[in-house]
């Protein structure tokens, strides 16, 4: 399947991992909005938080998990923020999903 974070879930793209275990795969972002700016995806292919079911939910509430791992491994005592972009009015521009976790600076809401 031609997509990029699956192949970065693969091993077949480079990425500045922070946290992998068997199904989830965080690594830094290529254009970070925040001191702190990590991607948390599944490493099976999901296209987005639009197709979550009781089937694969399990992950999802993982990834979630691995937000609070890391938060606790790099300090994030200030707080952060999570968000997944899902389809086109959120702008979302790749098609597996993810979660942002940022953190580092003060985040601004709404986000515009
Ligand atoms: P979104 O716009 O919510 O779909 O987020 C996609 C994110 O992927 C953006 O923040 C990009 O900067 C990030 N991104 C794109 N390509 C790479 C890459 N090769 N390694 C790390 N992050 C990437």
């Known amino acids: 399947m031609d997509c990029l974070f699956c192949k970065i879930a693969a091993g077949e793209i480079p990425s500045e991992k922070v946290y992998e275990d068997d199904t989830v795969l965080a690594f830094r972002d290529i254009d970070p909005q925040a001191p702190f700016h990590v991607l948390i995806i599944p490493k099976e292919h999901m296209e987005s938080a639009a197709v979550v079911t009781p089937q694969n939910s399990g ?51 709404p986000p515009g």
Do not use: Y
């Open 59 to 109: 992950v999802v509430a993982h990834m979630a998990e691995v937000a609070a791992i890391l938060a606790k491994e790099n300090g994030l005592t200030g707080g952060f923020r999570l968000v997944s972009n899902c389809g086109a009015d959120a702008m979302q521009s790749v098609p597996h999903l993810h979660v942002h976790m940022l953190a580092g600076r003060l985040l601004g809401w």
